[in-house]
């Protein structure tokens, strides 16, 4: 057993113990080894030009406290916002891995020239996430206004190298950020794949991002609207482009995955929400609470700033490396603290931003609430959407396919109220 395995299958035990000083080490450690990017794709912060953003390196002089927290852990992630590559510090982070790691970055592949593929493949990385969200040079100028044959050739050259000195690693995605303006190129984006021989395709959906929030880019006469190009808005023609990749991937034997965290096929009728749509398919709805997190009993995440986090959601911090040792921090008093609160099921102030699917927004109170109040709604849920089911048949057969399409959204908007009030703790 390697120490990297006897500290994850501590790090397992600890939790199941549910203590909260812990001899374990992270397991997985994520450094945000810079917010700088050379581009901006219109999707990412940096795509927004904000003057007031504060993008910066992860300190030179902070890479040598990393060592300890990266020594055991099993997974370590090196990035963030920004372009790995950009930072100098980035590659004394690298050599800090070892081979019993799995080590991963994302790029964007614009600085992955023949003398980094060689500085790269020299090291233990196992896992390069190459982001090119399009299969042809007009869409990746819209979307991330750089050269497309500049990082397909960089890429080609990386596939080439990892050959010819025999080596599996670092296994090779293919990262598409799907949206409207590229959902008609995934069939092409997996042919790209096949073409290259990069090992596979990866489909991740656009985060969801607040509805009232405008985030518009203007680019070469093309103008960029965020809620508009969320595939949740074009249910139909998402669903047909991505099942149409799906077996394209079949046919070519070229490995697609979906986006694990998000829903990737969409309901072409409406959009139900997870929650409700799962009551209507006759299983338990996922209702998570604070208790079933277990992120600071396993990852760590630090900050070009220095300061530690739980995970990416939360917005209070836990230290900061300037003034502590990670492993300090990892063991200091807000972290127990963090502990003690999810072990007894409540929200630390840590976590207060409350996005992740153990808090959505919750306040402490709700969540105590919930799941006495989640028995009673589940019932009722069930009973609501049978009935709304019948009444869509119904209606259908009474007024004609062409009257309900004009009917349907206040349909759609009836049941979603009636099924909020009741799903209300
Ligand atoms: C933020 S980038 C950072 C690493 C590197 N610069 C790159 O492009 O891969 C990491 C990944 O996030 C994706 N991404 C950017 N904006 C996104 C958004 N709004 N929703 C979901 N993924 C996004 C990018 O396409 C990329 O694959
Ligand atoms: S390359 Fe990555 S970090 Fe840079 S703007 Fe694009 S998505 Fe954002």
């Known amino acids: 057993m390697t120490e990297q395995e006897k500290n994850h299958a ?67 992630q090196l990035h963030g916002l920004g372009e790995p590559m950009m930072n100098p510090a980035f590659w004394d982070m690298l050599k800090m891995t070892h081979k019993n790691q799995h080590v991963a970055i994302n790029t964007n592949g614009i600085l992955l020239n023949k003398k980094n593929v060689g500085r790269m493949l020299a090291t233990w990385l196992g896992e390069i996430n190459f982001s090119l969200d399009a299969a042809t040079h007009k869409t990746y100028q819209k979307i991330r206004g750089a050269d497309f044959n500049l990082v397909i050739d960089n890429l080609r050259y990386l596939i080439a ?32 794949c096949h073409e290259l021989g990069a090992d ?20 070469d006469g093309w103008s960029f609207d965020y809620h508009q190009q969320l595939l949740s808005k074009h249910p139909k023609l998402s669903n047909e482009m991505i099942r149409k990749a799906e077996e394209r991937a079949k046919e070519l034997g070229v490995h697609l995955a979906l986006d694990w965290a998000k829903k990737v096929f969409f309901d072409e009728d409406d959009h139900p929400e997870p929650e409700q749509k799962k009551v209507a ?29 739980p995970c990416c959601f939360g917005t209070g911090t836990l230290g900061n490396i300037n003034s502590l040792n990670p492993l300090e921090i990892w063991n200091g008093r807000v972290t127990r603290e963090l502990r003690g609160y999810l072990l007894n099921d409540r929200i630390h ?4 931003s409350g996005v992740c699917k153990f808090i959505s927004g919750q306040k402490s109170e709700e969540v105590e609430n919930r799941w006495s109040a989640h028995n009673i709604s589940k019932n009722m849920q069930g009973m609501v959407w049978e009935t709304f089911v019948v009444l869509k048949t119904m209606a259908k057969k009474l007024v004609g396919e062409n009257f309900w399409q004009i009917a349907k959204p206040q349909y759609f908007k009836l049941r979603s109220k009636v099924l909020r009030f009741i799903n209300k703790p």
């Not at 102030?349 to 207060?352: E, F, G, Q, V, W």
Request: with cysteine; aromatic share 8%; net charge negative.
């Open 349 to 352: 102030p840590t976590c207060s």
């Open 281 to 309: 398919e006759g299983e338990k709805p996922e209702i998570f609470s604070p208790k079933q997190c277990n992120a600071p009993w396993n990852w760590m995440l630090i900050k070009t700033d220095g300061y530690v986090v």
């Open 10 to 76: 501590l790090c397992d035990e600890e939790w199941q113990k549910r203590v909260t000083t812990v001899s374990s080490t992270p397991r997985i450690v994520t450094i945000e080894t810079t917010s700088v990017c050379n581009i901006k794709c219109v999707m990412c912060p940096h795509g927004l030009d904000d003057k007031n953003a504060i993008y910066e390196h992860f300190p030179e002089h902070l890479v040598p406290k990393l060592k300890e927290v990266i020594r055991n852990a099993s997974i370590v």
């Open 200 to 219: 596979q395709v990866h489909f991740w959906q656009m985060n969801q991002i607040d509805e009232e929030k405008p985030w518009q880019v203007e680019r």
């Open 161 to 192: 190298e990892r050959k010819r000195l025999k080596r599996d690693r670092p296994y090779i995605f293919m990262n598409m950020t799907l949206m409207r303006e590229n959902i008609e190129e995934a069939v092409k984006f997996v042919e790209l």
